[in-house]
Nanobody, 124 residues
Framework: QVRLVESGGGLVQAGGSLRLSCVVF????????MGWFRQAPGKEREFVAA????????YNTDSTQGRFVISRDNARGTVYLQMNSLKLEDTAIYSC?????????????????WGQGTQVTVSS
């Protein structure tokens, strides 16, 4: 059974940083892309960042604007999202996902398994 567990969310002041982690249990992640999505209250789920099996990243540049960095550690079955210079509009539930293939996907449909999500709240 594949299970994804996120951690690292919390309350942070605007301008601060957080590092999200997502550990995958039940499957080796070497051959799969991994991604982060977020959903703010009243809004649709939004792609944030993804990383392919060779650790090549892709970002939603409109929303991350060079502030976020995605990385992975295959030996630990973990994907990270380093978030810097956080803004009020970054407040959302952040979820990680395991891709169906090795290629980066921008749509939730391209991911097989999801974590339960971790809340990120940015205050003024």
């Amino acid at each position: 059974q594949v299970r994804l567990v996120e951690s690292g969310g919390g309350l942070v002041q605007a301008g601060g940083s957080l590092r999200l982690s997502c550990v995958v249990f039940g499957r080796q992640v070497h051959w799969y892309a991994m991604g982060w999505f977020r959903q703010a209250p009243g809004k649709e789920r939004e792609f944030v960042a993804a990383i392919d099996d060779r650790s090549r990243p892709a970002y939603n540049t409109d929303s991350t604007q060079g502030r976020f960095v995605i990385s992975r550690d295959n030996a630990r079955g973990t994907v990270y999202l380093q978030m810097n210079s956080l803004k009020l509009e970054d407040t959302a539930i952040y979820s990680c996902a395991l891709g169906k293939t090795e290629a980066i996907g921008l749509s939730p449909d391209e991911y097989d398994f999801w974590g339960q999500g971790t809340q990120v709240t940015v205050s003024s």
